[in-house]
């Protein structure tokens, strides 16, 4: 199956500091990615979906100018988290779908980054 | 009301039991179905899409009721390592994704 991989897995950092993650599709091209975070015992929340070469959109709630998505390349996108607080402290997963032609419902998802804003 | 809801558990079986879980979403316009497995600590991982026919992959099946808005997954013959969280996910667009994920319902698969 399609593989995507994140970096960091974890990550602990000072409030008040940005934080990049990224998401990497490394067997397929991946036009469109998506960003979720998910809180203790809580569900997955589709936090914005990234397409490759214009800008992400954003679920209601989701502020862009705190959480700054880049999706430069069709094997990578990246989250920032500016300023991060306390409260930003989630575990955030990306996924990927293939190109169109293929199985377009299916997403994978990558292994998580979970940050701690101390 | 919640998107997409299921009974959070946890199910605690033995080995070898059957146990089905159910969930509902509220958006009737909803367009593609799947259950997920989630471990402790660990991204999702898809298990089955769900068919309105309804479909088989070893020991589970899941079915979908569009009218009730309901989704189902049974498991026969629990092994331990299908102690896990099962997360129902409702595709809500059409063509361009946009999954919903519930809660999940935790099993337990005790010796």
């Known amino acids: 199956g399609a593989v995507v991989s994140q970096h960091p897995s974890w990550v602990i950092c000072k409030s008040g500091t940005s934080v990049k993650i990224e998401c990497r599709s490394l067997?397929?091209?991946?036009?469109?990615m998506f960003w979720y975070r998910q809180f203790p015992k809580q569900s997955l929340m589709l936090m914005a979906t990234s397409n490759e070469g214009s800008k992400a959109t954003y679920e209601q709630g989701v502020e862009k100018d705190k959480f700054l998505i880049n999706h430069a390349s069709l094997t990578l996108s990246t989250l920032t988290v500016t300023s991060a607080h306390p409260e930003d402290s989630s575990f955030y997963i990306c996924?990927?779908?293939?190109?169109?032609?293929?199985?377009?419902?299916?997403?994978?998802f990558g292994p998580g980054t979970r940050l701690t804003v101390l | 009301r919640k998107e997409v809801e299921q009974d959070p558990g946890p199910f605690n079986v033995p080995e070898g039991a059957t146990v089905a879980f159910n969930c509902t979403y509220s958006?009737?316009?909803?367009?593609?179905f799947f259950w997920y497995r989630q471990d402790c600590r660990k991204e999702p991982k898809l298990l089955m899409s769900v068919y309105s026919s309804g479909n088989e992959d070893g020991r589970f099946t899941a079915q979908l009721n569009r009218a009730s808005q309901y989704i189902s997954l049974l498991i026969r013959d629990s092994k331990l390592s299908d102690s896990a969280t099962y997360l129902c996910?409702?595709?809500?667009?059409?063509?361009?994704?946009?999954?919903?994920f519930g809660t999940g319902t935790r099993l337990l698969v005790s010796p």
């Open positions: 996910v409702v595709n809500m667009r059409g063509g361009f994704q946009k999954l919903v």
């Open positions: 958006n009737s316009a909803s367009q593609s």
């Open positions: 067997d397929f091209q991946a036009t469109t």
């Open positions: 996924s990927a779908t293939p190109p169109s032609g293929t199985s377009t419902d299916t997403q994978y």
